[in-house]
């Protein structure tokens, strides 16, 4: 008989399994003590460095301050204190200087590509003197307290969904689907535009406020974005200009509002840089084998 001999029987050795199933012998939660030799802490957290992302905010306070100056001319245009020859002059000027910014700082632009720009810009600028009459008489039925809100809700929402990073924009050759949130930022400025130009009192007025406007929000995210492809520094340097030509302006406009702007120009600029530094030494990531597999396959071709 074999009674009296004693049979070990081994236990199959324990191996990770993704899709076999259950390993005979073992819970199906079972971990030996290999398990944490294959965890990595903060495999893929980003060290930021602050002058970077000072540099990095500069796009954003530049904005802000490209949407202050078009909100000063509004205002100077329905108080009347400039005039439809004057707004006309400042259009065909930043019609120039977008022109003078692309041949300086686009290498692609051919004389094909700028025709095209061209044409573009005469539709565009003849269905804008088309609908003039239209857009003057569109607001009559509202309140200008209502008009007022409507327009600062719609400016903030443009401020708050437009596109900072520049991923979206157009590039000379190239095509870009912007996304939802693009879309209805530039929706937003325009119709806040109309709004404006509905309470002007002439139609070359309201022809002329709406040629800025749409110059300012259809283009200006395009001219900036060239010079910081082109260089940093003209970028950096072309942004100080701009936010000291704005605080001046609204300097003179009211006081407490350049205080206001000021404040949130360094806010954006240096306090939240700081914040995004500190906070990113709180950052904790554990990658390990519990991690969803990434599957790589090799093309053979």
């Known amino acids: 008989m074999e009674g009296d001999t004693d049979q070990t029987i081994q236990q199959p050795r324990w191996r990770k399994v993704?899709?076999?199933?259950?390993?005979?012998?073992?819970?199906?939660?079972?971990?030996?003590?290999?398990?944490?030799?294959?965890?990595?802490m903060n495999a893929n957290v980003v060290k930021r460095d602050l002058w970077k992302v000072m540099q990095d905010s500069v796009s954003i306070s530049q904005y802000i301050c490209i949407v202050a100056l078009v909100v000063c001319i509004w205002a100077h245009t329905l108080n009347l204190n400039i005039d439809e020859i004057s707004l006309l002059k400042l259009d065909v000027g930043l019609q120039l200087f977008g022109f003078l910014i692309l041949l300086i700082t686009s290498n692609q632009l051919s004389m094909w590509l700028l025709s095209r720009y061209l044409l573009n810009i005469s539709f565009f600028i003849s269905g804008l003197y088309i609908l003039a009459p239209i857009?003057?008489?569109?607001t009559r039925s509202i309140s200008s307290d209502s008009i007022l809100a409507l327009i600062?809700?719609?400016?903030?929402?443009?401020?708050?969904?437009?596109?900072?990073?520049?991923?979206?924009?157009?590039?000379?050759?190239?095509?870009?689907n912007p996304n939802l949130a693009s879309n209805i930022s530039l929706n937003a400025s325009i119709v806040a535009s109309v709004l404006v130009a509905s309470r002007l009192p002439?139609?070359?007025?309201?022809?002329?406020?709406?040629?800025?406007?749409?110059?300012?929000f259809l283009f200006a995210p395009f001219i900036t974005s060239c010079i910081k492809k082109y260089s940093n520094k003209v970028h950096i340097g072309f942004s100080f200009v701009l936010m000291s030509m704005t605080l001046s302006v609204i300097y003179q406009l009211h006081g407490m509002l350049f205080i206001l702007l000021l404040g949130l120009l360094l806010f954006i600029s240096v306090v939240c840089p700081y914040w995004l530094i500190r906070v990113q030494e709180y950052k904790f990531e554990i990658n390990g084998p519990w991690d969803e597999a990434k599957l790589c396959f090799d093309i053979i071709e």
């Not at 259950?22 to 030799?37: A, I, S, V």
């Not at 596109?163 to 050759?173: Q, V």
């Not at 002439?202 to 300012?216: K, N, P």
Request: aromatic share 14%.
């Open 18 to 40: 993704a899709y076999g199933g259950m390993q005979p012998g073992y819970d199906d939660n079972y971990t030996d003590e290999t398990f944490l030799e294959e965890m990595v």
């Open 135 to 138: 857009y003057h008489i569109l």
């Open 152 to 176: 600062v809700s719609l400016l903030i929402v443009h401020l708050f969904l437009h596109d900072y990073s520049g991923s979206t924009i157009k590039s000379p050759g190239t095509l870009k």
């Open 202 to 216: 002439s139609r070359l007025h309201v022809f002329a406020i709406m040629f800025f406007s749409l110059q300012v």
